[in-house]
C-alpha cells in the first residue's frame, strides 16, 4: 500500500503559478506510475497529467498542455505539478494518484488508479 499526501494549493490570481507536491508514504514510490487529476464543483474527476515510474513518459491533457508541468523525485518520494498561467477554468480540488501496474496508455482514467490523496484546493481569481 502507499499513502499521498498532497500540498501546495492555495489562491492565486489569474496568470500565476503555483506548484503542488504530493508525498507517498510506504511501499517504494518508484514502483507506481503517479498521476494528478481535478475535480471542479458540480463536475467529474477529470485527468490532468500523469508520469511513469522513472519519469521518462508524461502525459498531459489539452487543456493543461504547454502550462503544467508533472515531474517526480523518487529519492523524495514527491511527485510535483508546476502549474503556470492558471486562468478561473483550472480551479478545483486537485489529487494525486498511484498505481502498481498501470501502463501509461490507461492513465487517463481515474478508475484505473488503487490510490488517492486527500486532494488539495486550487483556486485561480480573475
Known amino acids: 500500500q502507499v499513502q499521498l499526501v498532497e500540498s501546495g494549493g492555495g489562491l492565486v490570481q489569474a496568470g500565476g503559478s503555483l506548484r503542488l507536491s504530493c508525498t507517498a508514504s510506504g511501499r517504494t514510490f518508484s514502483r507506481y506510475t503517479m498521476g494528478w487529476f481535478r475535480q471542479a464543483p458540480g463536475k467529474e474527476r477529470e485527468f490532468v497529467t500523469a508520469?511513469?515510474?522513472?519519469?521518462?513518459?508524461?502525459s498531459y491533457a489539452d487543456s493543461v498542455k504547454g502550462r503544467f508541468t508533472v515531474s517526480r523525485d523518487n529519492a523524495k518520494n514527491t511527485l510535483y505539478l508546476q502549474m503556470n498561467s492558471l486562468n478561473p477554468e483550472d480551479t478545483a480540488v486537485y489529487y494525486c494518484?498511484?498505481?502498481?501496474?498501470?501502463?501509461?496508455?490507461?492513465?487517463?482514467?481515474?478508475?484505473?488508479?488503487?490510490?488517492w490523496g486527500q486532494g488539495t484546493q486550487v483556486t485561480v481569481s480573475s
Open positions: 494518484a498511484a498505481d502498481g501496474s498501470l501502463p501509461m496508455t490507461r492513465v487517463t482514467f481515474p478508475s484505473q488508479y488503487d490510490y
Open positions: 508520469i511513469s515510474q522513472y519519469g521518462g513518459t508524461t
